[in-house]
């Protein structure tokens, strides 16, 4: 009996292993209309290999994009057009980061780390969706995850082998 429970519990922490072997952010809730700091927790490399780059696309309606440095890090924000101008605190904005790319650094595929940026989700933004982040994970050897799978409707993260990270978006806050 004690070894069947034993085994029963080897079970659930590898099943809870796997759920979180993938690359998550730290809030999963935002609200629209306001500031969002997403942390990204990166849990480990590729096939044993470290990762050497972080590249993150910034869905649309997500603007005033500002990442933290990392020391031992090169950090790159690609700016391009937005589809349309958004009001940020009355001023518009027409264009801005869609892609921040952390690169040459050295994270073993035995360590953690966590990889941050302030935002501002605009009001345009679907309250009671999902929005996904896609993030492309580059290691050593050539060796790349790609965590750009977005469910379908019906489906759940857990359906897919590599999902990108996603908040729900909430309404806008009350107060400050």
């Known amino acids: 009996m004690l070894q069947r429970l034993i085994t029963a519990g080897a079970v659930c922490v590898l099943a ?92 073993g595929d035995d360590e953690y780390d966590e990889f941050i940026f302030r935002s501002y989700l605009t009001p345009v933004l679907e309250v009671g969706k999902t929005m996904y982040f896609p993030i492309v994970q580059e290691c050593a050897e050539g060796k790349v995850q790609r965590w750009i799978e977005i469910p379908a409707v019906g489906q759940s993260d857990d359906d897919l082998e590599l999902p990108a990270p996603g908040i729900k978006l909430l309404g806008k806050a009350i107060g400050h």
Not at 75 to 80: D, H, V, W
């Open 16 to 107: 809870t292993g796997t759920a979180f072997a993938h690359i998550t952010l730290e809030n999963g809730e935002a609200s629209v209309g306001s500031a969002y700091k997403a942390v990204l927790r990166v849990p480990h490399g590729c096939e044993g290999t470290p990762t050497n780059t972080v590249r993150v696309q910034v869905p649309e309606g997500v603007i005033a994009v500002k990442p933290q440095p990392k020391a031992g890090w090169k950090l790159e924000k690609i700016r391009a057009a937005y589809s349309k101008s958004y009001d940020y605190y009355g001023a518009p904005a027409s264009e801005g980061v869609k892609e921040i790319v952390w690169s040459g650094g050295n994270l």
